[in-house]
């Protein structure tokens, strides 16, 4: 087993939750020297509380909620040079 193969399913599990706990975010690691060195930054960080992180994912669920899809047509886009093209 190399440092330089790929990370395990198990460090992965463990990066997203030590980032839930700490509350921060992380780069997916390509090799298990850097998820291992990944974990032990988070690990080094303090822990938000269980309020802190529900507020969190609250807020970013309500900041995706506000968010139109970026296929919807914006009022800036139906008007202008070629807005009245029509298909032959």
Same mark, same amino acid.
């Given at each position: ?5 790929? $990370?395990? *399913? #198990? =460090? &992965?599990?463990?990066?997203?939750? &030590?980032?839930? @706990? ?6 997916? $690691?390509?090799?298990?020297? =850097? ?7 988070? #690990? *080094?960080?303090?822990?938000?509380? *269980?309020?802190?992180?529900?507020? %969190? ?5 309500? %900041? &995706?909620?506000? =968010? @139109?899809?970026?296929?919807?047509? *914006? ?8 807005? @009245?093209?029509?298909?032959?």
């Amino acid at each position: 087993m190399a440092f330089d193969d790929p $990370p395990t *399913r #198990k =460090q &992965l599990n463990y990066l997203r939750s &030590l980032a839930e @706990q700490t509350a921060t975010t992380f780069s997916p $690691p390509s090799t298990r020297l =850097q998820a291992r060195r990944e974990i032990d930054r988070l #690990k *080094r960080l303090s822990r938000s509380s *269980r309020h802190e992180r529900r507020e %969190g994912r609250r807020a970013v669920s309500r %900041g &995706l909620a506000e =968010q @139109q899809p970026a296929s919807t047509v *914006r009022d800036d886009e139906i008007a202008g040079y070629g807005s @009245q093209a029509r298909w032959a």
